[in-house]
């Protein structure tokens, strides 16, 4: 079967042209996938039936793989078996009733309130800089929208003396409000640090780079992560660990689903729902290490 694996991985490079990781993978998954065939002393295509590949997956799931591991290499093994059969290289495709494991959703990772406090206690407001940094990291703690989102509000999209923000996404609009520590970075920033960082008096963007322009989400990503060593943070930090910190807490002080759901403009409440997972795992773990007969 080597010289078919050989022809396929030919067909995934030049007709299909695969980046080299790709091919890697598919090559790393076939090369496992086929010496379990060969140890099981199967010889021809046709003794190859549905029952076999399926026992290769449990094996696989026995052996710890996740489910997005096994997935994938059912993937890489259904396409080898498809272009086997377009070759005339065996009569049937035994992979075709075979369906993927569904990936197990993974909670999101959020901060712990003395987390957020520290975070936000970071930039120091003394400078442009800090004033700036301070303003986008209360605003995002505050209003639980996406870097994306952040980067592209405008300057007419925030209102401090009422105190909210109106986020544009897919021609949608939300009106989320915003607390009061969080209006104060934000004026501070607008009245005292923006003009001084503009270039361009028609520059439209709220949060913008020391040349006066547009922040970049790689941007803000590099001023999360010094601010995060800064603050020894050893909890994982991504651009949207804000935005779920910014749900499960308001979830854990009682907000409603709904509300949230709308804050962070998501279409379907089962996108929300996930949040429940979170703050339920957090309940538990503290009545756990808390309950005298939790440990007996």
């Known amino acids: 079967m080597e010289p078919n694996l050989d022809s396929f991985m030919e067909y ?20 496992q ?24 997956m449990l094996q696989l799931q ?10 994938r290499s059912l993937a890489s093994i259904r396409a080898f078996y498809r272009f086997l059969f377009q070759q005339k290289k065996c009569s049937f495709d035994p992979t075709g009733e075979l369906r993927s494991l569904k990936p197990e959703k993974k909670l999101p990772q959020i901060l712990s309130g003395r987390e957020v406090n520290l975070l936000l206690e970071q930039p120091s407001g003394g400078d442009m800089k800090g004033a700036r940094d301070k303003a986008m990291l209360e605003l ?3 209003t639980g929208i996406r870097v994306s989102e952040l980067i592209s509000l405008n300057i007419t999209d925030v209102n ?4 909210y923000i109106i986020c544009k996404n897919n021609r949608k609009e939300r009106v989320i409000p915003l607390y009061a ?10 009245t005292s640090v923006r003009p001084l960082l503009l270039k361009s008096a028609d520059e439209v963007s709220l949060f913008v780079n020391v040349n006066g322009s547009r922040l970049t989400r790689q941007g803000f990503w590099k001023i999360v992560k010094a ?16 935005r779920h910190s910014f749900a499960a807490h308001l979830l854990e002080n009682g907000a ?39 440990k007996a």
């Open 12 to 31: 995934l490079e030049h007709t299909k042209h695969l980046s080299n990781n790709t091919l890697q993978s598919y090559r790393r998954d076939l090369g």
């Open 160 to 163: 401090v003396d009422v105190g």
């Open 140 to 142: 995002l703690y505050a």
């Open 227 to 242: 601010y995060k060593k800064k603050a020894n943070i050893s909890t994982d930090l991504t651009p949207h660990t804000l």
């Open 33 to 56: 996938y086929l010496a379990y065939i060969k140890n099981n002393d199967i010889q021809r295509y046709e003794n190859i039936s549905p029952s076999i590949i399926l026992g290769y």
């Open 181 to 190: 520590a969080a209006v104060s970075a934000l004026k501070k920033y607008i």
């Open 62 to 71: 026995n052996e710890g793989k996740a489910a997005a591991t096994v997935s």
């Open 256 to 294: 409603d689903l709904k509300s949230i759901q709308e804050m962070l403009g998501h279409s379907d409440i089962s996108s929300t729902q996930i949040y429940m997972n979170v703050v339920s795992n957090k309940i538990k773990n503290v009545y756990n290490n808390a309950h005298p007969r939790a």
